[in-house]
């Protein structure tokens, strides 16, 4: 907002220099961005937070200066002769959107005579940051930045039947702006029409068929309150940011319409001549009222951490123009023109602007306190961070927002979303993480880890939404690219790579390997897919991305990821562990080829053999899955390294042949396993 600082000592007495003006203005939450000098007088830039639109015109801002100083603020008061002719005779006013439209306030002056307005007029235009057109015009502008009100001035004798229609526009419907340009308009706009079209878009900009123009001899003005919602929608959807959209759009006091009218119709006599038609057109289907709000002079000094006497108190708020009642608290009747007073506290705010927040003493914070920590969450965060980045994986994070995928199922679709991208709440990480390998993909990186801890979102029968946190991880090429001595082909990601990072997750966090139950799973390769299990409780899922998703989101070759349940996982996180010496005896190392029919899961044997092995087994992993000759056809061979050790004897061959003995008993019973020698 440009205020000429000029313009300002019409409405209140100031013996300030502009800069301890500004400063003044700033302190008390009016900033003044900048002090420039346009037509050799400064001007403010002032920044106005949406919830002020009442310091969007120079009245405002000379009530609030008025306030800070402790002067006399002297508003306008229009004062003008009217003629014999009456204004409900020579037009009629329809509102057919109430809701949009709750106020519309019309005069008509006849025989003017358009031309040039004054030069001092012009003047203030311009610093305000407006164009000088003709006298009528200029008026109508004049008071937009001196009160706040946009109005709008039509040729009376261009309007048909005299007779101005608000209403919604209708399909199809268009209309020429004054700046030329065709619009074109659809139910959910709001147009001011007359008997045949229309003939401007209500809170934007009038229509170039009903302007004023050097030909016109009767005015008819209008003066509304239209809803701010609807005309943003309109401004938005148009593309068109003007002085009046920006102040409806924000909210205008609805008290204005008839004192601005009254204030341009002074103004236009004074400039253009002609007759004042007696009388206003206001159509105000509702009701404006004003509401109370209860002040406590107590709750308002413990807030404020300063003793202001409650006198004082209803001193700075009649200052800024609110009715004061007193009792054992101060009851405060907010005038329309001050919307964003809605409760105790912004009253409070108001009381402490006026003090000056430079007035209320320092003081360190007292009592007892406790020392911060991360939440039990955060640090398990923490923890699976660090552990996957261990893992050669690098941290992301994306919008909770997303698009729908074929195979994503029901999501929690937004009201007002911003585009189809960003229209749901996300119900898996995985998606959100394959978008980062395709964008990275389409810039020439191919080997890519990347892994999320997110919030996701899924949505139920009843209307309920379950929020949770969810760990996912997703890689493709190699980890290994800058490493001289692996050949590439070599190091490729593939599902046991993900696997690994799951049970390296699972082995430092909870102690235990989880097991993975290959199974048939929406958005995966229908044979390069598991479900992750835990004490039988389904904890996540991993598998090779399908063709289907790998194309959608322009992957290069192969993909794999995993998602795990947060909470299931920090559910199961073992405590802290006791410190077991180092044992004294030696370990004793078996190598033990079993084969069984392919369809017999790894995870069947390793749990037969942990079995068999008992309290003595230290460690027991797979290192190396052969198939073909001179194995039979379906069938493989499956290498493990078994380590014994005991805590207190060194252990001798016979008792580990005996081990060795059960674990083949138990193999060949359960799995039909036979052996082969290593």
């Given at each position: 907002?440009?205020?000429?600082?000029?313009?300002?000592?019409?409405?209140?007495?100031?013996?300030?220099?502009?800069?301890?003006?500004?400063?003044?203005?700033t302190?008390?939450?009016?900033?003044?961005?900048?002090?420039?000098?346009?037509?050799?007088e400064?001007?403010?830039?002032?920044?106005?937070?949406?919830?002020?639109p009442?310091?969007?015109?120079?009245?405002?801002?000379?009530?609030?200066?008025?306030a800070?100083?402790?002067?006399?603020?002297?508003?306008?008061?229009?004062?003008?002769?009217?003629?014999?002719?009456?204004?409900a005779?020579?037009?009629?006013?329809?509102?057919?959107?109430p809701?949009?439209?709750?106020?519309?306030?019309?005069?008509?002056?006849?025989n003017?005579?358009?031309?040039?307005?004054?030069s001092?007029?012009?003047?203030?235009l311009i610093q305000?940051?407006?164009?000088?057109?003709?006298?009528?015009?200029?008026a109508t502008?004049?008071?937009?930045?001196?009160?706040?009100?946009p109005?709008?001035?039509?040729?009376?004798d261009?309007?048909?039947?005299?007779?101005?229609?608000?209403?919604?526009?209708?399909?199809?419907?268009?209309?020429?702006?004054?700046?030329?340009?065709?619009?074109?308009?659809?139910?959910?706009?709001l147009?001011?029409?007359?008997?045949e079209?229309?003939?401007?878009?209500?809170?934007?900009?009038g229509?170039l068929?009903?302007?004023?123009?050097?030909?016109?001899?009767?005015?008819?003005?209008?003066?509304?309150?239209?809803?701010?919602?609807?005309?943003?929608?309109?401004s938005k959807k148009?593309?068109?940011?003007?002085?009046?959209?920006?102040?409806?759009?924000?909210?205008?006091?609805?008290?204005?319409?008839?004192y601005?009218?009254?204030?341009?119709?002074?103004?236009?006599?004074?400039?253009?001549?002609?007759?004042?038609?007696?009388?206003?057109?206001?159509?105000?289907p509702?009701?404006?009222?004003?509401?109370?709000?209860?002040?406590r002079?107590?709750r308002?000094n413990?807030?404020l951490?300063?003793?202001?006497?409650?006198?004082?108190?209803?001193?700075?708020?009649?200052?800024?123009?609110l009715?004061?009642?007193?009792?054992?608290t101060?009851?405060?009747?907010?005038?329309?023109?001050r919307?964003?007073?809605?409760?105790?506290?912004?009253?409070?705010?108001?009381?402490?602007?006026?003090?000056?927040y430079?007035?209320?003493?320092?003081?360190?914070?007292?009592?007892?306190?406790?020392?911060g920590?991360?939440?039990?969450?955060?640090?398990?965060?923490?923890?699976?961070?660090?552990?996957?980045?261990?893992?050669?994986?690098?941290?992301?994070?994306?919008?909770?927002?997303?698009a729908?995928l074929?195979?994503?199922?029901?999501?929690?679709?937004?009201?007002?979303?911003?585009?189809?991208d960003?229209?749901?709440?996300r119900?898996?990480?995985?998606?959100?993480?394959?978008?980062?390998?395709?964008?990275?993909?389409?810039?020439?990186?191919?080997?890519?880890?990347?892994?999320?801890?997110?919030?996701?979102?899924?949505?139920?029968?009843d209307d309920?939404?379950?929020?949770?946190?969810?760990?996912?991880?997703?890689?493709?090429?190699?980890?290994w690219?800058?490493?001289?001595?692996?050949?590439?082909?070599s190091?490729?990601?593939d599902?046991?790579?993900a696997?690994?990072?799951?049970?390296?997750?699972?082995?430092r966090?909870v102690g235990?390997?989880?097991?993975?139950?290959?199974?048939?799973?929406?958005?995966?390769?229908p044979?390069?897919a598991?479900?992750?299990y835990?004490?039988?409780?389904?904890v996540?899922?991993?598998?090779?991305?399908?063709?289907?998703?790998?194309?959608?989101?322009d992957?290069?070759?192969r993909?794999?990821?995993?998602?795990?349940?947060?909470?299931?996982?920090m559910?199961?996180?073992?405590?802290a562990?006791?410190y077991?010496?180092?044992?004294?005896?030696?370990?004793?190392?078996?190598?033990?080829?079993?084969?069984?029919?392919?369809?017999?899961?790894?995870?069947r044997?390793?749990?037969?053999?942990?079995?068999?092995?008992?309290?003595?087994?230290?460690?027991?992993?797979?290192?190396?899955?052969?198939?073909?000759?001179?194995?039979?056809?379906?069938?493989?061979?499956?290498a493990?390294?078994?380590?014994?050790?005991?805590?207190?004897?060194t252990l001798?061959?016979?008792?580990?042949?005996?081990?060795?003995?059960?674990?083949?008993?138990?193999?060949?019973?359960?799995?039909?396993?036979?052996?082969?020698?290593t």
């Amino acid at each position: 907002m440009l205020v000429p600082v000029e313009w300002l000592r019409e409405f209140v007495d100031l013996d300030l220099a502009p800069e301890a003006l500004a400063n003044l203005l700033t302190m008390a939450g009016l900033e003044v961005d900048e002090i420039a000098v346009l037509e050799n007088e400064p001007v403010f830039s002032t920044y106005v937070t949406p919830n002020r639109p009442d310091l969007l015109s120079v009245v405002g801002t000379a009530r609030e200066v008025s306030a800070l100083l402790n002067t006399e603020f002297r508003p306008p008061s229009p004062k003008f002769l009217e003629g014999k002719s009456r204004t409900a005779d020579l037009a009629k006013i329809t509102i057919e959107s109430p809701v949009n439209c709750p106020r519309y306030s019309a005069r008509v002056i006849t025989n003017v005579k358009v031309g040039p307005s004054p030069s001092w007029i012009q003047k203030r235009l311009i610093q305000g940051g407006l164009r000088p057109i003709n006298n009528i015009v200029d008026a109508t502008n004049y008071v937009l930045l001196e009160l706040g009100q946009p109005l709008h001035a039509f040729d009376y004798d261009l309007i048909a039947n005299h007779h101005i229609i608000v209403r919604q526009a209708r399909a199809g419907e268009k209309i020429t702006t004054i700046d030329g340009e065709e619009r074109l308009l659809d139910e959910a706009m709001l147009i001011i029409a007359d008997a045949e079209r229309p003939v401007a878009i209500a809170g934007v900009m009038g229509g170039l068929e009903t302007e004023v123009s050097a030909k016109t001899k009767n005015v008819l003005l209008e003066s509304a309150h239209f809803n701010p919602v609807s005309i943003r929608r309109t401004s938005k959807k148009l593309g068109m940011n003007t002085e009046a959209s920006y102040r409806f759009e924000r909210y205008v006091d609805p008290a204005l319409t008839t004192y601005a009218l009254d204030r341009v119709a002074q103004l236009t006599a004074e400039w253009a001549g002609g007759e004042i038609c007696a009388g206003i057109i206001d159509v105000c289907p509702g009701k404006f009222a004003t509401h109370t709000i209860e002040l406590r002079p107590e709750r308002a000094n413990l807030l404020l951490g300063v003793e202001i006497p409650s006198d004082q108190m209803a001193d700075y708020l009649s200052r800024l123009g609110l009715e004061v009642k007193h009792g054992k608290t101060l009851t405060v009747t907010i005038p329309t023109f001050r919307p964003d007073l809605r409760r105790e506290a912004d009253l409070i705010e108001e009381v402490g602007r006026l003090h000056g927040y430079d007035a209320i003493p320092e003081k360190l914070p007292e009592g007892e306190t406790i020392q911060g920590s991360d939440s039990p969450q955060g640090a398990f965060a923490s923890q699976v961070s660090e552990i996957l980045i261990s893992c050669g994986l690098q941290e992301v994070l994306t919008h909770t927002l997303s698009a729908q995928l074929p195979h994503e199922g029901d999501m929690v679709t937004l009201k007002n979303f911003i585009s189809e991208d960003l229209s749901r709440l996300r119900k898996h990480l995985i998606p959100n993480l394959l978008g980062v390998i395709g964008y990275n993909a389409s810039r020439g990186i191919r080997d890519i880890g990347v892994f999320e801890i997110g919030r996701v979102f899924e949505p139920h029968d009843d209307d309920t939404i379950t929020e949770r946190l969810s760990i996912a991880a997703s890689i493709t090429g190699s980890l290994w690219e800058n490493t001289w001595n692996i050949d590439r082909d070599s190091s490729i990601a593939d599902f046991f790579t993900a696997k690994g990072m799951v049970e390296t997750l699972f082995d430092r966090l909870v102690g235990r390997e989880p097991s993975f139950k290959q199974a048939e799973i929406a958005g995966f390769h229908p044979k390069r897919a598991a479900e992750i299990y835990i004490d039988d409780a389904k904890v996540g899922i991993i598998g090779e991305v399908s063709a289907e998703i790998s194309e959608h989101f322009d992957l290069p070759d192969r993909t794999y990821a995993f998602e795990l349940d947060f909470d299931e996982l920090m559910s199961r996180q073992r405590g802290a562990e006791a410190y077991k010496p180092l044992s004294k005896f030696p370990a004793v190392t078996r190598d033990l080829a079993v084969v069984v029919s392919e369809e017999i899961e790894y995870q069947r044997v390793k749990e037969l053999l942990v079995e068999g092995a008992g309290d003595l087994l230290e460690r027991l992993w797979l290192f190396d899955v052969y198939k073909g000759p001179p194995l039979a056809p379906g069938h493989k061979n499956l290498a493990f390294r078994i380590v014994f050790r005991s805590a207190d004897r060194t252990l001798r061959d016979e008792e580990i042949d005996g081990r060795i003995t059960r674990m083949k008993e138990l193999l060949a019973r359960e799995v039909a396993a036979s052996f082969r020698e290593t």
